[in-house]
């Protein structure tokens, strides 16, 4: 179940949280959250509740163990991490490792190579694994660090994993945040009116832009390498660029939104990483709950920044290695992300010369450099293979053929429907909703013109997906 179908918006959503405000008491609400929290997650895949409780229990013992003085807490937390990591191995990297390895002797032993071949295993993906794998192993090991947070009821560990806002997509939620809310919150009516804004901004975000803009990232993707040139290289690459961002970011606002709805407080996951001036920048408001999280629990252990220049980009190129592979098994994320650890690890040296400008001048080179190189390796993150994204990436840069029939493709997807969604998704990827709310909000009416916004956004959500079409402006032509 996701947060734009159907079944969520006009049936889940409305009955948990009516049943959430009409029980008495913490326990009770904890109980009901529990009980909507597997429904959700099984509704789509039964089968791997089962991994998911698993998961949770295992890590709820080895908090328990971990939580002791001496050997035996050490041991907990490091058989925590094992544990996590052959499970996320095995569901999610399984298939990977086995058909590299194969392509590795086929490449020694030659394509005619018949005497070394492992079947793969074809083992199916649980939804959501790598974030309640991480999380579950956070809590483990921040119990190792501070033993006082220990938890000894296992039903509030399954909530704080399964909690169905953050459960499937995140964003990472450390226990310690979460941990005063688990025993005593206050769902106040202010706190939940601003829980559905920002659960109706994030549903805008993935219905009305992303949406859309995958629809053109899949084309162009699609197309024959004859049919590409310079122009529509470049828009499939801005279309993917902001058809991941207002994925992501959409999600973890509808999860911000869900949470304060119940009663829950979750940081803040993305902070306009389109308006960074290097990547080191872009990785501070890109996603944060994940790039804290390999900072607080890799980064920081490795010896991060305090073992010299060299061990310190050593550390940063094993984070952005890590960062590649848990998004996805192939090696195209592992280059993804090398590519952002390789350009994090060169604005640390000296001869990352952009560092020398200064003033307005030396933002804008900051800006137009870091979203060339972001826009430029989502490219890989897209692509299926190496081949198609070496191949789109030459395009963007050099594909100077404008035969009549690529134009024609290109102006083809330049539709009304597109630019509109482009020209939101540019503009509201940098920081002027924070400010234009501002300035509504001192009007006499404002918060009443914010109000009927949000309900003429919502209307206009629920009606293109009433319609079964993920066209945003199909109601509006121009």
């Known amino acids: ?102 392509a590795l002797v086929g490449w020694f032993a030659g394509s005619g190579n018949t005497f070394f071949y492992i079947e793969p295993p074809g083992i199916s993906l649980p939804i959501g694994i790598s974030f309640f794998t991480f999380q579950a192993m956070s809590y483990v090991i921040d119990v190792y660090r501070e033993k006082e947070i ?4 296992f039903f509030k560990i399954l909530l704080y994993i399964s909690f169905f806002p953050q459960l499937v997509a995140g964003p990472i939620v450390k226990f310690r945040d979460i941990e005063k809310e688990l025993e005593s919150r206050n769902c106040t009516n202010e706190e939940t009116a601003m829980g559905i804004r920002r659960f109706v901004v994030g549903l805008a975000k993935k219905l009305l832009i992303a949406n859309t803009m ?8 699609a197309m024959p390498h004859g049919e590409i040139n310079l122009l529509t290289a470049w828009l499939g690459a801005i279309a993917y660029a902001l058809q991941i961002y207002y994925d992501f970011s959409g999600y973890s606002d509808m999860a911000i939104g869900l949470g304060k709805m119940f009663g829950f407080h979750f ?59 848990w998004h996805g098994a192939s090696w195209t994320f592992v280059a993804w992300g090398l590519i952002h650890g390789f350009f994090a690890v060169l604005e640390q040296s000296r001869f990352f010369l952009l560092k020398k400008l200064g003033g307005k001048t030396g933002l804008a080179a900051g800006r137009i450099y870091a979203m060339l190189v972001v826009v430029t390796a989502f490219v890989l993150f897209r692509a299926e293979t190496f081949e198609q994204g070496f191949f789109i990436i030459g395009q963007m840069y050099g594909g ?32 002027v909703g924070p400010k234009l709310k501002k300035r509504i909000q001192e009007w006499t009416y404002g918060e009443s013109v914010l109000y009927m916004g949000s309900l003429l956004l919502l209307i206009f959500c629920l009606l293109n997906l009433s319609a079964a079409t993920f066209n945003p402006f199909i109601y509006f032509r121009f």
């Open 400 to 431: 100077f053929h404008f035969d009549a029939e690529a134009m024609a493709l290109f102006f083809r997807q330049m539709t009304p429907d597109l630019l509109a969604a482009m020209v939101a998704g540019i503009l509201f990827s940098q920081p």
């Open 1 to 102: 179940m996701v947060f734009s179908s159907a079944v969520f918006l006009f049936f889940f959503l409305p009955l948990t949280f009516l049943t959430n405000r009409m029980l008495p008491g913490v326990r009770l609400k904890n109980a009901a959250l529990i009980l909507a929290s597997l429904i959700f997650y099984a509704f789509g895949e039964p089968v791997y509740i089962c991994i998911m409780l698993i998961s949770v229990a295992v890590n709820y013992g080895l908090g328990l163990i971990a939580a002791k003085d001496g050997a035996a807490g050490k041991a907990g937390v490091w058989i925590a991490i094992l544990f996590n990591l052959l499970m996320i191995g095995v569901f999610k990297y399984a298939d990977f490792l086995v058909e590299s390895l194969n």
């Open 267 to 325: 940081k803040e996951n993305f902070m306009y990483p389109y308006s960074a001036t290097s990547i080191q920048e872009f990785w501070r408001r890109w996603h944060i709950s994940l790039s804290s999280w390999f900072r607080d629990y890799l980064y920081i252990p490795l010896g991060g920044n305090r073992k010299g220049p060299t061990r310190t980009a050593v550390n940063k190129f094993i984070v952005f290695f890590a960062t590649g592979l």
């Open 214 to 221: 995958g629809q053109t990232a899949d084309l162009i993707f």
């Open 150 to 153: 220990c938890q000894r009821s």
